[in-house]
């Protein structure tokens, strides 16, 4: 302990710590193997001949507390049916946040509207609503609200602005799976909530998404853009009522995903207790700042984000990110 393991001294740990790339650092198995099992026999592995997606989605919107949930292949197409559903086109704005995924631009960028960037706060690194009012203007559609590495925005202020400017507030909630502002889940604040189902995430199936609303409209709307704007309510000929794109969930994807969906609750949970230990030994180190939980907000931790003051540590932040 006298020498740091980088300058040749005993390390701390000689195992790898668990990695969210395999089994060492996940959980998954039998349940799994169960439903996707029940897929592969059925002979049914598109959405639309089985029950495994569809049942997911009501399972979704049940454990969320919300009416509606479409299912798709990825967040960023979760995020693109959002965009899509409202309505988002040329010559539009949306004002967002510039630290985040490429996943939260391309749902703007593909509808070619222009993505707005506000101003975050310094040690939440959320949105600043303040600013995000700053930028508004006539050509303002929405704001896309990214609860970053599983911190909920400051969403009382934005869901008002929102509503006083009369545009929408998506929420971008790839990272954050049961983070809760003031009681409240983060994805049923605003009008649309999008969730990833990417290896990294809480509850993961590779590849995945799901947009979840309340609004009967802009449900329609998503399961249309989701599924090439195929309307398929409407019997005989095939009714297409706008432009979407085939993000279609498949059933191996829908069966995995009901399994993550009954141990999600628990993968949040423990990552919980492991940042409120890790918190607590940590907060006395000069130079180092643990995660800002501002009061009525729950963490999610799909990271734990430090903040070094290099100076105080006499070392670049490579060297103590290395070390
Ligand atoms: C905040 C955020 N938004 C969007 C995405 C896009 O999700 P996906 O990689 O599933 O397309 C991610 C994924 O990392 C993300 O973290």
Known sequence: MERLALFGGEPVRKKPLPTISDKSGRNIGEEELRLL???????????????????????FAEFLGVKHAVASTSGTAALHVATGAIGLGPGADVITTPITDMGTMIAILGQNAIPIFADLDPYTYNLNPEDVERRITDKTKAIIAV????????????????????????????????????????????????????????????????????DDELARKARFFMDKGWDRTVK????????????????????????QLRKVRWV??????????????????EGVTPPTVPKGC????????????????????SEIAEA
């Open 147 to 214: 609860h970053l590495f599983g911190l909920p925005c400051d969403m009382d202020p934005l869901r008002e602005i929102a509503e006083e400017r009369g545009i929408y507030l998506i929420e971008d909630c790839a990272q954050a799976y049961l983070a809760e502002y003031k009681g409240r889940l983060v994805g049923t604040i605003g009008d649309v909530g999008c969730f990833s189902m990417q290896q990294s995430k809480h509850m993961f199936t590779g590849d995945g998404g799901i947009t979840v609303t309340n």
């Open 298 to 317: 729950k963490h999610s931790y799909w990271l734990y984000p430090i903040r070094i003051d290099a100076s105080e540590f006499k070392a670049e932040l």
């Open 236 to 259: 005989g000929a095939r009714m297409y009522h706008m432009l979407g794109f085939n993000y279609r969930m498949t059933e191996l994807q829908g069966a995995v995903a009901r399994a």
């Open 268 to 285: 949040v949970e423990r990552r919980r207790a492991v940042a409120d230990a890790l918190t607590k030994e940590i907060s006395d180190i």
């Open 37 to 59: 099992r029940e897929v592969i026999v059925s002979g049914s592995l598109f959405r639309y001949s089985g029950r495994m997606v569809s049942t997911f989605e009501e399972e």
